[in-house]
């Protein structure tokens, strides 16, 4: 354990567990959710590729959240540019489409499979909201077995938009989680050097306690006023911050008890 | 020439199965505007090249949306799909392209928005809204501009939403037209749904359609139902120019109970 005197650095890495382990206990099984969302979905659109791609940056560039199939890790390593391709435009334009036919002529899709060594025949490509935001695109790629391949269906259209959805809410989520552990990692600050071997057994002592489980508790619950939207945060940071206040004005006592 | 429309039924055929006596069953949309606001067009693909009059593209202003004339064509390929899907029914229509998707920030709400005012400033005719919005905050500014192309004459026609939620325009069904895809593959036998919120259906099921670099595309989606009522709205409009927005729906819910009782 960490000694008394460095007490800075101890209340850092108390900020920062509390951040990460937060992040983590929400961040943990949701990739893995979404990867098994998408393999029920595809077995179920009867679908041999599928894919979940959300926006990188500024810029509306998408890139691979998380893909099954064959050529899945080789995706995760590849951009689609800003309104590019089939992604691009339902990202783009919010409204779901499928193609039969992709081709093989300077498409985004050519280029994409020339890096995974894949041929994509056709694609289902649905939006996915939250919020009334088009926060990625849930595709679908090829049948199963060989081609020619029969066209997606309007009806798997519908059942595809179902499951976009349900994997909207995880990414969310997600990307939610992954913010607060981000915002952990600035809060231990860059290029500090950290025994990390007695942080972590000083770590353990500390996440048994209860007081960081109520901690936990606490920051999961204001997450999920934040997600509510613009008005429910608003009103939450008001709240806090008027709690805030009366809570400064007292000294040793408190008008609350349990 | 023989036409091909979408489902590759030639234009004789489809005058022979159509036997209303109406004139427009044998129009071509000629002198007809139609607005297609959306990824762009592609104008080199010899199935829309010269129905192409004019592209415009949004471009961000000190927080304003301004069009300027357009050259980049279109990237995503959606566009030029809508286009050529009203080409093929409406050979002769003279179409402008209003980019509102595409990089650069495009695909903001906001130009949306403005493209659709661009569209109804300019009073083209019939506007093509493959598009639309789940965002509560444009629910007021796109029911007033729909309020002003109703005023101007223009007939505005949305792609309902795919997914189990209500989308904008496409649910204001007092003021435009909304369509929702159907497996039909004729063309002109689309369908009327009095008392549903999207009251039009439409082929959009593995629809053969232009797409950029000279090819064609076979696409599934309201997308691609909205630009067949589009290219029928351009027919009606040739021979009866003077129909108001409210006439042409009454003329569309006409012709899908001729369709449906044949």
């Known amino acids: 354990m960490p000694e008394p005197e460095n007490t800075d650095l101890i209340e850092k890495l108390r900020r920062f567990v509390e951040t990460v382990d937060v992040a983590n206990a929400l961040t943990e099984p949701l990739s893995q959710t979404i990867e098994n969302l998408l393999r029920v979905s595809a077995a179920e659109i009867n679908s041999e590729e599928a894919s979940v791609l959300i926006r990188e940056d500024d810029d509306g560039d998408l890139r691979f959240l998380s893909a099954i199939g064959k050529v899945a890790e080789k995706l995760l390593d590849v951009t689609v540019p800003a309104g590019k391709g089939i992604a691009g435009f339902v990202m783009s334009s919010g409204q779901p489409l499928a193609v039969s036919d992709v081709g093989e002529e300077q498409s985004f899709y050519a280029e994409v499979d020339k890096k995974t060594g894949y041929s994509t025949q056709m694609i289902l490509a649905t939006p996915l909201r939250y919020g009334g935001e088009v926060i990625g695109v849930l595709e679908y790629i090829n049948r199963r077995g060989e081609p020619p391949f029969e066209p997606f269906t309007p009806d798997e259209m519908d059942r595809a938009a179902v499951f976009a959805e349900a994997i909207a809410s995880l990414v969310n989520a997600y990307e939610s989680a992954k913010i607060y552990r981000e915002l952990g990692q600035k809060i231990l600050g860059d290029g500090e050097e950290v025994d990390l071997a007695s942080v972590r057994k000083w770590l353990d002592g500390l996440r048994t306690s209860a007081e960081h489980r109520e901690m936990i508790d606490l920051a999961v619950l204001v997450r999920e006023i934040a997600s509510r939207g613009e008005a429910e945060r608003r009103v939450c940071r008001e709240v806090l911050e008027s709690f805030l206040r009366f809570s400064n004005t007292k000294d040793d006592t408190s008008f609350l008890s349990y | ?262």
């Open chain 2, 1 to 262: 020439m023989t036409n091909i429309l979408a489902d590759g039924i030639t234009r004789e055929r489809r005058e022979a199965q159509f036997r209303l006596d109406d004139a427009w069953a044998s129009a071509t949309g000629r002198g007809v505007s139609v607005a297609i606001i959306d990824s762009g067009v592609d104008t080199t693909h010899p199935d829309v090249a010269d129905r192409i009059k004019e592209s415009v593209e949004a471009r961000l202003e000190d927080k304003k949306v301004v069009f300027d004339p357009s050259d980049s064509g279109d990237s995503a390929g959606h566009g030029t799909a809508c286009a050529g899907i009203v080409a093929s029914i409406a050979p002769e229509v003279e179409m402008y392209s209003i980019k509102v998707l595409g990089p650069g920030g495009l695909g903001d709400g906001h130009a949306f928005l403005a493209g659709l005012e661009y569209a109804i400033k300019k009073r083209y005719r019939v506007i093509n809204l493959s598009l639309g919005t789940t965002k509560p905050q444009f629910f007021a500014p796109l029911h007033d501009l729909l309020d002003r192309a109703y005023q101007a004459g223009c007939v505005v026609v949305a792609a309902a939403n795919n997914l189990p939620q209500p989308s904008f325009p496409s649910v204001f069904s007092s003021s435009l037209i909304s369509v929702i895809k159907s497996d039909e593959t004729d063309p002109l036998k689309f369908g009327f749904r009095y008392g549903e919120v999207i009251e039009l259906t439409a082929p959009g099921v593995n629809v053969r359609t232009a797409w950029p670099n000279n090819s064609h595309r076979n696409l599934t989606g309201n997308s691609f139902a909205c630009p067949h009522i589009v290219a029928v709205i351009a027919l009606i409009l040739e021979k009866h120019p003077d129909l108001t927005p409210f006439q042409v729906k009454s003329a569309l819910y006409s012709i899908a109970r001729h369709n449906r009782e044949r």
